[in-house]
């Protein structure tokens, strides 16, 4: 990048078509994790901030790296060669050659964003939230065609979905979100407003 871009959408922009994807499917975990994060741009680098907690990640020729801090990554050591994913004393390299592990990034995001609390004192991140279809926004993926989409998704993005429609208090919001999830199931390439392909 031959200039330093302004915010993480112009340092996603400026990514190729594939690191975009990924990009946006970490920025999507790291938000849902942590939906209260400041975005912005620290050393040249999307960078999720909360109070004086803060998440980098950048990407390299093979891998897109999270640059937790040496703690974090001592706390997600075992984790990590569990994945099968390269690390160093302050990052964490999730390669290019394999599918973005959403459900990991969550757990690090987490454990580094929580506010409040010691980074050293906080215990790994429990296990997301799980759920179920509601019997009124299945109809409506059936109504509208959708269903073999919607179960071609990957568990991840088809329970965040669920997640993000049923969470609101106000029907209207309910609705936009599932309209959203509806619109992006019938293009098949966009999962939360940024570029997704099958298989990632």
């Given at each position: 990048?031959?200039?330093?871009?302004?915010?993480?959408e112009e340092y996603i922009a400026r990514s190729s078509h594939e690191k975009a994807e990924r990009l946006g499917?970490?920025?999507?975990?790291?938000?849902?994790?942590?939906?209260?994060?400041?975005?912005?741009?620290?050393?040249g680098m999307p960078t999720y901030r909360v109070g004086g907690n803060q998440l980098h990640v950048g990407c390299a020729k093979n891998h897109i790296g999270l640059y937790p801090g040496s703690a974090a990554a001592e706390q997600f050591a075992q984790r990590a060669d569990e994945l099968g994913l390269a690390r160093t004393k302050g990052s964490i390299h999730l390669p290019d050659s394999r599918p973005i592990p959403t459900d990991f990034?969550?757990?690090v995001a987490t454990w580094c964003?929580?506010?409040?609390?010691?980074?050293?004192?906080?215990?790994?991140?429990?296990?997301?939230e799980r759920h179920e279809v509601p019997a009124?926004?299945?109809?409506e993926i059936d109504r509208a065609g959708l269903a073999e989409a919607y179960a071609a998704r990957p568990p991840y993005q088809r329970n965040d979905y669920i997640g993000?429609?049923?969470?609101?208090?106000?029907?209207?919001?309910?609705?936009?979100?599932l309209d959203q999830?509806?619109?992006e199931l019938r293009r098949g390439d966009v999962y939360m407003k940024m570029p997704w392909r099958t298989g990632r």
């Open positions: 990048m031959s200039t330093q871009p302004y915010t993480v499917l970490v920025r999507t975990a790291i938000l849902s994790a942590a939906p209260q994060a400041e975005e912005l741009i620290s050393w990034v969550v757990e964003l929580a506010s409040g609390r010691d980074r050293e004192q906080r215990a790994p991140a429990k296990p997301r009124w926004v299945q109809e993000w429609i049923v969470r609101p208090k106000q029907e209207k919001t309910r609705r936009a979100h999830m509806l619109d």
